[in-house]
């Protein structure tokens, strides 16, 4: 009894101890209230009982972690609003170019003479974007029609058969403003000097259409850097001269043809199809490797289209 009565007087001296040491640290004289109503709280025969500036340091951080949870909440919240919002744009932006394939089926449906003429006249519509969804929905469609354990090329659906052919055309078409920019590019470098030849290039820049502009950028760029990589693999596999005059081409073109200058002779086009671009090197429209593996006669397969696909069959009928 008498050494739990030692250890309990212990106790006691030592929690007395702290709040001395306390009240004597400099300027707690002036503190004396607050540190001894906070004591008065705890139990002072504990010897864990901790000093009013721990309490306070302890409150702090309880209050900095309240701070940071309701901080961290804040910030879920935001992500959560802008996936919300990036599903719904991906929605609509889905939509706008299924759109875009239901108008072109409809008229090679209604009267397939008027095809050429209508993909022709919404050229400036298939634009990268198109092109990827289309690719998209095909892996899409190709990938259903494997978990159904069917071979999508032997056994397509309608769908798979009207997307293919859709960009089969799309394709075609774009190639052949692919193949009218590679011929102006041809013209220019059979100029005989440096000089005329970044002059030549220099007007056609000028004079080009804003809807063309990205488009033929893209293809010049695409034939100085496939060439450059080919001499850099086999020189010998090309012209010196011919490799000079394009290596060449590729400085004039970033001289002549700037980012911001892109954009700026770009922006009326970009503004028409409802997409200003913040950078001049996001989506083009069709690779010159593309447009020359995409070869295939869109409007020759009337038959194959009437016969595959009826408005029943598509998911937007």
């Keep these: 009894k008498q050494r739990e009565n030692a250890e309990e007087v212990n106790k006691v001296k030592n929690a007395l101890g702290r709040i001395v040491k306390e009240l004597i640290r400099p ?6 209230m607050p540190i001894m109503s906070t004591y008065q709280e705890q139990e002072l025969h504990h010897e864990a009982t901790p000093t009013a500036e721990e309490a306070a340091a302890e409150r702090k951080r309880q209050d900095e972690l309240k701070n940071i949870r309701v901080m961290l909440a804040q910030v879920n919240n935001y992500a959560l609003n802008c996936a919300e919002e990036l599903a719904m744009m991906v929605e609509a932006s889905e939509q706008q170019e299924l759109e875009k394939v ?8 209604d009267d397939m003479s008027k095809l050429p003429a209508y993909v022709k006249s919404v050229k400036h519509l298939l634009n990268a974007d198109f092109i990827g969804f289309l690719k998209y929905a095909i892996d899409q469609e190709r990938e259903a029609i494997a978990t159904a354990n069917l071979d999508p090329d032997r056994e ?3 769908w798979l058969q009207v997307l ?3 960009r089969q055309g799309v394709y075609a078409e774009l190639a052949k403003d692919v193949r009218e920019d590679v011929k102006t590019i041809m013209y220019i470098l059979r100029m005989p000097d440096q000089e ?9 820049i000028s004079k080009m259409p804003t809807w063309d502009v990205r488009q033929f950028n893209q293809v010049a760029v695409n034939i100085v850097s496939n060439l450059n990589a080919q001499v850099a693999q086999d020189p010998s596999s090309i012209d010196t001269e011919l490799a000079a005059k394009v290596a060449q081409m590729g400085i004039d073109l970033d001289d002549l043809l700037p980012p911001h ?35 295939v006669d869109f409007f020759a397969a009337q038959s194959e289209l009437g016969n595959s696909a009826s408005r029943r069959d598509l998911p937007y009928a």
């Design 27 to 32: 300027g707690a004289q002036d503190l004396f």
């Design 102 to 109: 239901r108008l072109i089926c409809k008229v090679a449906m």
């Design 156 to 158: 397509p659906s309608s």
């Design 164 to 166: 293919g052919l859709v």
């Design 196 to 204: 005329t030849r970044r002059g030549l290039l220099e007007l056609t």
């Design 261 to 295: 200058r892109l954009d700026a002779l770009a922006r009326p086009a970009d503004e028409a199809r409802g997409l200003v671009r913040a950078s001049s090197t996001a989506n083009s429209q069709l690779s010159a490797s593309s447009a020359a593996a995409a070869g």
